[in-house]
């Protein structure tokens, strides 16, 4: 229950996260976006303005050539004005006697008339006559230039830029000194000129050949946030990583406790009843009852020693303190010492032991005695774990693969399944666990086996197959 609630926070946590690391990247587009389209309107604001301004500066600079020009019309016009500066007065005056006489009116209409036909007509020629000449003779570009520049830095912008003007048929009639068609692929900002000319227009074309790079720029603001959110998701995987492996590893821990419980009471329980038959004076003590009991004391203490070295041994390579008393050796002679003595166990369980020995090289420089333990385990791994009803088949091998020593322990017991193979050689692992102990061991043997073997330079590897049985090969260097 308390597996399943970490389970579940974690992954209600893990939804967290990830939903926040989305959250993210969606408002960092949306930002991205937000500023890609508030440039995009300050550039076309700042472009309209000035083509607008291109135009008043076109109608101020025809009606000033016009009023230097032509004499009449200036003559029109200074009449016309004077005329109703005069009338205007009148009017007012005799306004204040509420006195208007209609013919004063009359005469303040037609001049009024007189004055909207000269505007007109003034309006006329600068739409027919204006619109008639090319651009280069209707745009000051220096002009230009410095409106376009100031109308940017007005709107915020101050990023380099480029730009052209291009007449009606999109030809180039005019293009900024230091023109640089770079960045023009990407985005280009076109508005029209003198767009209600009846007869021509014609477009001022800008592009921005760093705007990608502003692009990338304004992105990089937003990577410190998702850094950091990345940072965090990161972090409570590896904490909860973390935190299932120690759960995993108390687990283990405890059933570790358990067997070993068990495989010591098993021994002090042996010693203690036959220390309890010697103190017995109602028991016939018979000399084959005295070497009956001194034999049991004998190989459980032997047991229970065992047991002890291997937590000792463990606990040393753990610190790394074990030191070894490296010698050349004959493995082949040692293997077939271990064979010997190991065989009246395999035997007294109805199996039997097969020796193929022809490592033509067998000389390894390794720890006797360590090295012995570790054959010795593989062959117990095999006693412990074969069929209850079929015979044991135990066969070790010897051979050369160029210039190392193979050895291998070969068993027809019950076999392993994949996902046990691949966990064999971890501290305390078992195959059974839990409270089952029809397997007896602290899931110590293979850990110290792959740890010795590694100290050699050499390697192991487990081959099995559930139901059929298991093989560990050994390869270590040979003495040079």
Not at 75 to 82: E, M
Not at 448 to 467: C, M, P, R, W
Request: proline share 2%; charged share 20%; net charge negative.
């Amino acid at each position: 229950m308390k597996r399943l609630s970490i389970t579940i926070l974690a992954i209600i946590i893990g939804v967290s996260f990830v939903s926040l690391l989305l959250m993210q990247v969606f408002y960092i587009r949306k930002i991205y976006a937000t500023h890609k389209q508030q440039f995009e309107e300050n550039v076309t604001r700042s472009l309209l303005d000035v083509v607008h301004q291109t135009e008043i500066d076109e109608a101020t600079q025809f009606i000033e050539t016009t009023l230097l020009v032509d004499n009449s019309f200036v003559n029109v016009s200074n009449d016309s004005v004077a005329l109703q500066h005069a009338e205007t007065n009148q009017f007012f005056t005799r306004r204040s006697n509420k006195k208007v006489p209609n013919s004063l009116q009359q005469a303040f209409r037609d001049k009024l008339q007189h004055s909207l036909e000269v505007v007109n007509e003034v309006v006329y020629n600068l739409t027919y006559t204006m619109s008639e000449l090319p651009l280069e003779d209707r745009i000051d570009f220096n002009i230009l230039d410095q409106e376009l520049k100031a109308k940017l830095v007005e709107n915020g912008i101050n990023a380099k830029y480029h730009y052209q003007v291009l007449n009606g048929n999109g030809e180039v009639v005019y293009q900024c000194a230091d023109y640089d068609p770079y960045g023009r692929d990407g985005h280009v900002f076109i508005v029209p000129l003198f767009n209600s000319d009846p007869v021509q227009t014609g477009q001022l074309a800008v592009h921005f050949p760093d705007l990608t790079k502003m692009e990338t720029k304004s992105f990089w603001m937003f990577v410190p946030s998702f850094l950091f959110t990345i940072i965090l998701l990161v972090t409570f995987i590896i904490t909860l990583v973390i935190v299932f492996r120690q759960k995993k590893v108390a687990e283990v821990k405890n059933d570790f406790i358990n067997n070993m419980t068990h495989e010591f009471k098993t021994p002090i329980s042996s010693i203690s009843l036959a220390a309890q038959m010697l103190n017995d004076d109602t028991v016939k003590k018979t000399d084959a009852m005295m070497q009956r009991l001194s034999a049991t004391i004998m190989d459980e203490t032997k047991r229970l020693r065992f047991q002890v070295d291997k937590v000792l041994q463990l606990s040393l390579y753990e610190n790394q303190t074990m030191r070894y008393n490296i010698q050349e050796i004959d493995a082949n002679e040692l293997i077939a010492g271990i064979i010997h003595t190991f065989a009246l166990k395999v035997e007294r369980n109805g199996g039997k032991v097969f020796a193929d020995i022809n490592a033509e090289n067998p000389f390894i420089n390794v720890d006797e005695m360590h090295f012995t333990n570790v054959v010795f385990n593989l062959m117990d791994n095999a006693v412990k774990y074969c069929k209850p009803q079929t015979p044991l088949e135990l066969k070790l091998s010897t051979w050369n693969e160029q210039k190392l020593l193979c050895i291998a322990v070969k068993d027809n017991g019950i076999g392993m399944k994949k996902d046990d193979v691949k966990k064999i050689f971890d501290k305390f692992y078992r195959v059974h666990t839990g409270n089952l102990h029809d397997v007896k061991g602290f899931g110590l043997g293979l850990a110290y086996v792959k740890k010795i073997v590694t100290d050699f330079k050499g390697t192991i590897q487990a081959e099995s197959e559930l139901g059929v049985g298991t093989t560990f090969t050994i390869k270590i260097p040979v003495a040079d």
